[in-house]
């Protein structure tokens, strides 16, 4: 006769650790993560592609992307830390995207790391211009 205790299946007749029961252990983790992936409206290995689409330089739309479950992922560890709606930043191969979330889990859309950048520039221009004393003062 054996009984599943914390994660470890035990024999009755020896009392002892035989074979930890990992399909027990982490059923209630991996049913959990499954219900929060499956709340989301895009499938994980849809790739998000960068929502710049170049209006300022008369440019192209940007072609990069990146995974929609490294997006998710990346939003879900921001939510659990207390961060509602908002623009957050993560990782992926080695570089650091932009991306925007909702406080219902989506995320609305992703600037690749170029654009980011040029997203910074321009906000630090127009706060800085905001800033400087008028030239008739």
Known sequence: MQAVEAGTTLTAEHDQRVVPDWDHAFAEVLVDRRRRHSAGTKNAATPLRCVSGGYLTNACSCSASVPQGVVSAAW?????????????????????????????????????????????RRLDAARTSAHAPHPSA
Do not use: I, M, T
């Open 76 to 120: 879900e560890r921001q939510l659990e830390g207390g961060c509602g709606e908002g623009f957050f930043r993560f990782a992926w191969q080695e570089q650091v995207w932009l991306g925007y979330g909702l406080a219902g889990g989506n995320v609305k859309g992703v600037y690749c790391p170029a654009h980011s950048a040029e997203r910074d």
